[in-house]
Nanobody, 123 residues
Framework: VQLQASGGGLVQAGGSLRLSCAASGRTFSVSAVAWFRQAPGKEREFVAAIRPIRSSTSYADSVKGRFNISRDNAKNTVYLQMNSLNAEDTAVYFC?????????????????WGQGTQVTVSS
């Protein structure tokens, strides 16, 4: 599946953004999708993931209660609603997919990646 991430931008601390990950290909509906992020000088880290159906989700502790991942299989799109943003959320955000009913927080488990979208939170 090919992925296109969008929705990043500049936002003030405490604000919100919604990222979108649009997918092409017939395997999206059987693919688990995750968001990862990479801040300058840091390794890429897991943010959130969602299963293909029943929308079971998983979140990193650092975003739990602030971020919400969801998907619309009819639109081949996964969303990441980010609320109460702070400077530590500044990063390039990537969406990734793998053909599986199970979600994973390990980036090596994902086979398809989008190009990333920049999120900058000003304090």
């Amino acid at each position: 599946v090919q992925l296109q991430a969008s929705g990043g931008g500049l936002v003030q601390a405490g604000g919100s953004l919604r990222l979108s990950c649009a997918a092409s290909g017939r395997t999206f509906s059987v693919s688990a999708v995750a968001w990862f992020r990479q801040a300058p000088g840091k390794e890429r880290e897991f943010v959130a993931a969602i299963r293909p159906i029943r929308s079971s989700t998983s979140y990193a502790d650092s975003v739990k209660g602030r971020f919400n991942i969801s998907r619309d299989n009819a639109k081949n799109t996964v969303y990441l609603q980010m609320n109460s943003l702070n400077a530590e959320d500044t990063a390039v955000y990537f969406c990734a997919a793998r053909i599986s009913w199970l979600i994973s927080s390990r980036q090596n488990d994902y086979t398809d990646w989008g190009q990333g979208t920049q999120v900058t939170v000003s304090s």
